[in-house]
Structures are given as structure tokens and as C-alpha cells.
């Protein structure tokens, strides 16, 4: 995790540092720090907790310089305080620092046998010390550098700046995403092009093992091998209304509303002109060809593939096998012709889903992966990525990538269920036109929004809540908990309704909330047994049924939420909208920082 940028400008190097944190605060914010040079002399400042602290320090202390480097932090080694905050400093060197060197300890004993003294807790501060020693025996900046990162184990993106070296940053990649964005007599470095969005549009991505010496008008880079590499220089079209909130008190809600929308967009983008098929991006996939699939994804996103696996394997009869990335990338899986290969990931940088498409890669017959970030790591890796439309999401607690995930999955298994003859054309067609009617659902389930406040205050008192489902609303209700507890901060489980009897059950007592989310299916009655089996315990329920489920089993419930009646494949996307709404509601109930929830960060890119 972590945010890194560095300018090499013409104008007042802080002020667009810190703009460009602002736009890597997702990535982190347990403390913030910049450095320029100001006529060649090393300065830097540096603030605990938000970037808001360090703008409030830069205006009583200010830093000027045309060249400089920043940092938004996500603690990994070290605790949160000024002390260990970057830019790491050792002489006339600073650095920041985007991932974990992993050999730190080993590094830090040599440098203490030699003498050397250390100032912080980090593993960066390792690094830096190294490049000042190299430079103190007499190499020049780019040769300690390269001395350095020869040593470095783990994952790692990094920028240095040198005391009396106006013109000159170094930034180097192995693990870490890091992006080079040519100005006009300007050079700019950012852990991704959003960050150099309103700095330039053009942006060179550094490849893994890239190490590049950056001036206000050249861009020399070498790769693994030590071999000068020409990198491409792209024409990037990013987002800039990252930093808006419009209108919302919250992102979160705003990213909420914004569901149907975008999902429409999506809908749309991968439909056929005349609305009866579904078109995937450039040579797409052969869908005959696939004898079964793995996904592999964290989180949120995880719940997404383990949703897509109802579909995929019930309309297509295609096996799927879902998979933890940080569990499949170290397992060894055996992967085998046949088989494609499905990464989803809202940022397309998670460092373990990222590792496993890497162990997939010449293994599997394809990579495919579902993104969002079009030029993330993950996408450019895969041989076909499947935008997935939402647009940027700064709450931290994925919303609308969730739900766009699940559209673009859905659109894939329908695709694949015709291609493989379990679909005909008619009935693709009736499932495609459900799918362009679902915006019109979603915006009545957001109607909702007063009575799950209502529900989320009660909730917000509780000290643990379940959440159940069945079928493909058991992803949901895992789903369900982790919104709640990853921004309340209250302990919530998922479980698949069936499985409650088998130990669950126990943590039923007086009052405990549970969240059944049951829309009126097939598996409607077998869920509401469940149901009654906690309300006969005391448990107040919240259920979330439509008009039909609701006349059959409202009755016993504490609050009854009537979503609109939609074909049941559809009910995992319509349903997310209460769950999504439940967790803010009782977040905000709490006064927590809903849009960035203490100890996490949007992007994960350290293992
Ligand atoms: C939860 C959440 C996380 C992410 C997970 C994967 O709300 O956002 O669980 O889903 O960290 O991130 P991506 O999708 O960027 O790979």
C-alpha cells in the first residue's frame, strides 16, 4: 500500500505534491510527508494521521523548491508517528517507499555491525541508508541505487531525491506499480497515472525489475537486466472527478447512488447493437473451448467470483473453482489446459491477486481479469480484462465496483451458457433485456434508504450481527458482514443459512440482529425455516424479500424490507443495495469515518 510522487517541475514543487496525495490517500493515510529541494538544500515535513495534517503543517511551516518527492503511508513496518513517517532521510538521500523489504532485518544488522545508527522502526529506512553509504564510498547517485536495490528482497516501488541534485529523481519497480508522467519541461512520478491526472495525461508505466533515471526532460530506464529499455508513452484517460463528493457527506453514499447509473453503462457497453448478445472485448473468449474456470480474488471481490460461480456453473454448466488469492498464489494449485483463469479486482493492483495471475500465467489456457483500473497491473497482465464501468471509487469500502463486478460476471456467464448450447438465442435475449431493466430496480431499492436507517440505529447498538442467505445469496450475506464490520467496526458473520445448525446457532441469544436475505425463490421456504429457528431463539431479524416473500414471512420480523420483485438471477446484484445502505447507516449511527474506516486502505498492494 502506500502512496509515492515525485516532481520534477517549474513551478512550486509542494502544492502539487500534496494534490497528488490527495489523490493517493486511498492508498493510506496513517501519516503523510513530502521533501523538495530548495537550491539544491534537503528539507522535508512530515504529519501523523490524514493529509489534512501535513497541509496544516506546510502552511506554518512551508516548504519551497521546484523538485521534490511525497508520501501517503499504510503502516506495514513501524507504528503510525511522525518518526516513522516518510520521506526516509540519511544524509543528502531521501526516499519514499510503496511496499515491504522483506530482508530488511538481515540489511538493518549489517548496517548496525558497520555502526550505523537508525532513527526509525520502517524497512525503508534500511534502503536509504544503503544508498548513502554506496554514495559515501564514492559511487555516484545512480550507481548506489543500483548497488541497493540489488540487494533488496520483497516488493518494492521507490523514488529517491539527492541533496544538491536539482534535476534528478531515480524511481524504481519490482512488485509495486510506479508511472512516469511527461509535462512540458516536467517530470512527475506516481504509484498511478490518477495521481498525475491533473499534472499530465501522458504516462510511461514502469515494467517489473525497471529502474529509471528521471530528469525535467529525459527518461532513461534500464530493466532487470540491467538492459536500457524503451517504455512506451501513453495517452492516459483518467477520471478528475476523483475528489468530488457531489453533494454526499460521504463518497461511500454517493458511490452508492451512483449504482444504477453505472450499471446501465456497464449493461450497455457490453451489449449488441440490437440488445440479443453479448459482446466481449477484443477476440473475447471461446467459451466452447473452456473445460472449467478458476477465479481468484480478495475480499469483496472474492464474494463476487464466489456469486459468479452459481451462475457459471448453473446457466452454463461450466465447472468453477474459487479461490483466496493470498491462499491459491502459495498453495502450488495445479493448473491445467482447459482451463481459464479469472482475476477480479476493483484496483487491479492487489498485490496477492496480481501473484496468483502471475502463477496462472503459461498455465492456464487464459488470463482473463474483471477491473476497474483499465491501465492497472492486472489488466495490462491479463490477455483479455473486462472493464467493469464504475468509474473511480474513493470510499474505501468497495460499493458500485461490487455490484458492477457482478453485472460484467453475470453478462460473461450468460455469454458463456449460449456459446456452450445451454442458452438459446430467445432466451439469452430475455435475460438481456432483465439486465437492462435492472437500473429501474435498483433505483427503488435505494428508495429504501430511510427504513434501513431506521434498522441500521438499532443495529449500530449491537455487538455482533449475522447475516444469512442461500444459493447465490450466501456470497451476499458474507458480503453483507464484511461492509458492516470493515466500516462499523461491529463484529458480523456470514453463513449460509443450512450451515447454521451445524455450530452457528449457538451465538443466537436475546437480541442478537440477523440480517436473512431471502428473496422469493425456490429456496425461499428452506431459508425462512432457518429464520424462524433464530426468531424462536430471540433474535430480531431484518428480512429483505419482495412483495411475495414478504406476505408469505413478514410477520415475525423486527423490520421488513420489500425489495422489487426480479428474476432470481438478478437478486444478488439488487440485493447488495440494503446491505450496502445497512452498513453506512449503522457506520454513520457510530460516527465512524465511513469512507476511510481506521486500518485499511483501497488498494492492497503488499501481501
Ligand atoms: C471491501 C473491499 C476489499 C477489496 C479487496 C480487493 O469493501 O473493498 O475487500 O475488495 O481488498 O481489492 P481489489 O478489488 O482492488 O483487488
Redesign the pocket.
Known sequence: MCGIVGVLGNHEAAPLLVEALKRLEYRGYDSAGIATLNHGTLDRRRAVGKLVNLSDLLVHEPLAGKAGIGHTRWATHGAPNTTNAHPHRAGGVAVVHNGIIENYRDLRAELSAKGVEFATETDTETVVLLVEQAMQAGMNAVQAVDATLARLEGAFALVFLFEGQDDLLIAARKGSPLAIGHGDGEMFVGSDAIALSPLTDRITYLEEGDRAVVTRTTLDIVDANGTRANREVRQVHVDSARVDKGGYKHFMMKEIMQQPTVIGECVNAYLSEDGRDVVLPGAGVDFTRVERMTMV??????YACLTAKYWFEQLARLPVEVDIASEFRYREPPVSPGTAALF???????AD?LAALRYSTGKADRILSVV?VAESSIARESDLALPIHAGVEIG???TK??TCQLTVLLLMALKAAHARGHLSDDALADHLSALRGLPGHLNHALDLARDVDAAARKISEARDVLFLGRGAMYPLALEGA??LK?ISYIHAEGYASGELKHGPIALIERDVPVIVMAPHDGLFDKTVSNMQEVIARGAQVVLMTDAAGAKRAGEDCMTLLTLPEVPALLAPILYAIPAQLLAYYAAVAKGTDVDQPRNLA???TVE
Request: with cysteine; net charge neutral.
Open positions: 480474488a480478495c475480499g469483496t471481490a472474492f477480479v479486482s476493483q484496483s487491479g493492483e492487489t491477486t476497474n474505501v469500502a468497495s465496483a461490487f464484511l461492509k470493515e483501497k488498494s492492497v
